[in-house]
T-cell receptor, first 112, second 112 residues
Framework: GENVEQHPSTLSVQEGDSAVIKCTYSDSASNYFPWYKQELGKGPQLIIDIRSNVGEKKDQRIAVTLNKTAKHFSLHITETQPEDSAVYFCAASKTGANNLFFGTGTRLTVIP | DGGITQSPKYLFRKEGQNVTLSCEQNLNHDAMYWYRQDPGQGLRLIYYSQIVNDFQKGDIAEGYSVSREKKESFPLTVTSAQKNPTAFYLC???????????FGDGTRLSIL
């Protein structure tokens, strides 16, 4: 089955700096990669996703890049703000699969 | 508003007691999922259901049971056989195809 690894497990940045979270996957058939943000006491919320037919997708301060050859994808947050502090999860799935496979999460702390 | 509703938000279990966590969705999604999240950890799949009256075990199904009698409802019972039930339980649903899962806001279960 699919195995998704996520790094780092914790990340602290100064407000205004950029944050990068990286994930690797094992199944070359995986073709859908969502990212979730989980705030304390809440369920994960989808923030951005990318499909394997594109290499990059951007939504305001958030971007995701995908390298299919290397089987890794990354989340980039620019101009970080304190409200970006949360746990971020990457995930992967493929067409016809029942489930998403999640990374173990990254706790991002933005220091004011 | 369309979404997933989990109840109760907090639940306490006594020794030897079964408790049931509710999950209702009005997104008209066929697939529904239950995850367990321990403090500082990722998401572990307990059970999932692709269609009414059908469900499959996930990675940590022992000590849990589910039913799927209606499309919009997927209750999870934590039985007395689950010796370490203290955790945050998340329900999710997913539409057809390679699309994201949507999560509820979770139920926190503790032992009395």
């Amino acid at each position: 089955g699919e195995n998704v690894e996520q790094h780092p497990s914790t990340l602290s940045v100064q407000e205004g700096d950029s944050a990068v979270i990286k994930c690797t996957y094992s199944d070359s058939a995986s073709n859908y990669f969502p990212w979730y943000k989980q705030e304390l006491g809440k369920g994960p919320q989808l923030i951005i996703d990318i499909r394997s037919n594109v290499g990059e997708k951007k939504d305001q301060r958030i971007a995701v890049t995908l390298n299919k050859t290397a089987k890794h994808f990354s989340l980039h947050i620019t101009e970080t703000q304190p409200e970006d502090s949360a746990v971020y999860f990457c995930a992967a799935s493929k067409t016809g699969a029942n489930n998403l496979f999640f990374g173990t999460g990254t706790r991002l702390t933005v220091i004011p | 508003d369309g979404g997933i509703t989990q109840s109760p938000k907090y639940l306490f279990r006594k020794e030897g007691q079964n408790v049931t966590l509710s999950c209702e969705q009005n997104l008209n999604h066929d697939a529904m999922y239950w995850y367990r999240q321990d403090p500082g950890q990722g998401l572990r799949l307990i059970y999932y259901s692709q269609i009414v009256n059908d469900f499959q075990k996930g990675d940590i199904a022992e000590g849990y049971s589910v039913s799927r009698e209606k499309k919009e409802s997927f209750p999870l019972t934590v039985t007395s056989a689950q010796k370490n039930p203290t955790a945050f339980y998340l329900c999710a649903s997913r539409g057809t195809g390679n699309v994201p899962q949507h999560f509820g806001d979770g139920t926190r279960l503790s032992i009395l």
